[in-house]
């Protein structure tokens, strides 16, 4: 038996006592009882060791206590599981390409089954020609798409994507995200490191994206240039 499972065993079995005192209780037997004659002193005996191995009244705490913790935690995972996932794109009528593209995978993005990569050549409100890499999971979390998805907005990159660079100011910027960690100096080029599996995202487009990634190109008439990185976690 392997010790994580015994451990986890042993937590278990303190949860289902409410105090320590009915843990020491269920160690007494009707023997005990009929000897000792007091259920104060049957527990002594227990707590002092002389029934085998007993937790002390602190251990028994600790041990409660983390018990109930991970119980908690494994109720909250499989709420958030059976949660519905509150979509932007859901009602929409979307012509365009790309946000038929967005809403395809806007529900794998927002519950971490899949983390896309955006890359946008297009012009900002200024008329500007910008380029950059989208974190779309991020961006999902940090704003409401429901404007980008209705039309009223444009989604283009800034300052606060993986990365940007505006052509006229010549003006570059990077940053690492939740999902991803820029890399620069790797021989093949600009790289993304996934910060879940480790994995790399190639967006060079003469070589391959990578292990559980993909690449979409796509045309579309809000964009001049679109490319969509897919990279799926999988889960053990």
Known sequence: ????????????????????????????????????????????????????????????????????????????????????????????????????????????????????????????TLGQEVSGYIDYAHRLKTQDFEPYFSGKKRLVPGRSDLCFYNWKTQVSVSNSSPNFEALYEDPNGLLFKNKRDKKILNVDPSSGPGEDSSRTFLQSDLHGHVVIYDHNIRTV
């Open 1 to 124: 038996m392997e010790l994580s499972s015994a451990t986890a065993r042993f937590q278990d079995s303190t949860a289902q006592f409410k105090e320590y005192e009915d843990y020491l209780d269920s160690k007494v037997t009707t023997t005990d009882k009929y000897y000792l004659k007091s259920r104060e002193l049957a527990r002594k005996v227990v707590e002092h060791g002389h029934k085998g191995t007993v937790l002390s009244r602190e251990e028994f705490q600790e041990k409660k206590a983390a018990a109930l913790a991970a119980e908690a935690a494994k109720i909250n995972t499989l709420y958030n599981r059976s949660r519905p996932v509150t979509l932007a794109s859901a009602g929409k009528e979307l012509k365009d390409n790309f946000l038929k593209a967005l809403a395809e995978r806007e529900e794998a993005n927002r519950s971490g089954k899949m983390t896309s990569v955006i890359f946008i050549r297009n012009h900002n």
